[in-house]
């Protein structure tokens, strides 16, 4: 069994995320969910919602009763980039600096231990 919850156009430049993605990929989801939930990093709390819903939306899937959280891992944990938005800022000598504004999407993938091991994420 496996689920999957992407957060899209996410406010936060791709780098910044993989950041925090590298310290959850193949963990267990409770040890996970501790680790971001206390980690003073902004890119954390964006995680932390995603895993949450991966959760979430395996135990809609799969019913509440055939889901055991203790056995979840996160077996895949991608962050791609988004669009940009580039803005103008004011530079020296009346020159035009350019400013990018990045955005990423998060997609987080939720299953069992065995599911780890056939992925090989």
């Known amino acids: 069994m496996k689920a999957c919850a992407r957060a899209r156009y996410v406010r936060s430049s791709p780098r910044k995320l993989r950041r925090v993605v590298e310290l959850v990929r193949g963990r267990n989801v ?3 969910l ?3 939930h206390f980690m003073p990093k902004k890119a954390a709390r964006m995680i932390e919602k995603t895993l949450q819903s991966a959760v979430a939306n395996l135990i809609h899937k ?3 009763r055939n889901v055991n959280a203790d056995n979840l891992v996160i077996t895949k944990a991608l962050i791609d980039g988004g669009p940009m938005a580039k803005r103008f ?3 020296p ?3 035009a600096s350019r ?3 990045r955005f990423s999407h998060i997609t987080l993938y939720v299953g069992d231990e065995e ?3 056939k992925t090989g994420g």
């Open 62 to 64: 799969e019913g509440p």
């Open 99 to 101: 400013i990018r504004k």
């Open 93 to 95: 000598m009346g020159r």
């Open 89 to 91: 800022h004011p530079g």
């Open 34 to 36: 501790d680790l971001l």
């Open 30 to 32: 409770n040890d996970a």
């Open 115 to 117: 599911e780890r091991f």
